[in-house]
């Protein structure tokens, strides 16, 4: 695999990202840990992450048909891309919101 630690992505514009999770699961508390770390590490100011508590806001769920959780939603640039899992898989978990790499 790729080691992508020291790569620079092309974002255009900010990357709008909504990080749907349940509560303080395992799984939601890794999802959060990892989609922060590789926002932080990759995508250095270009991006605006929102965590939503599916518990507390159970109407988002509904209105962005959030089926499972964890789900990461890419809502701007369009297109409008759901990711779901803990996104433990960087390089992945960049190719499904549509990073580009720079080489």
Do not use: W
Not at 32 to 61: M, S, T, V, W
């Amino acid at each position: 695999m790729k080691d992508t630690s020291k790569d620079k992505f092309i974002v255009e514009g900010k990357l709008v990202l909504q990080l749907y999770v349940s509560g303080m699961s395992q799984k939601s508390m890794e999802a959060i840990e990892n989609i922060k770390r590789l926002c932080d590490e990759h995508l250095q100011g270009a991006f605006n992450l929102e965590i939503i508590d599916l518990y507390k806001n159970p109407d988002l769920a509904s209105q962005q048909q959030i089926i499972f959780s964890p789900s990461l939603v890419k809502q701007l640039p369009l297109p409008k891309k759901t990711l779901i899992g803990t996104f433990s898989d960087t390089e992945k978990t960049i190719k499904g919101l549509g990073i580009v790499i720079k080489e």
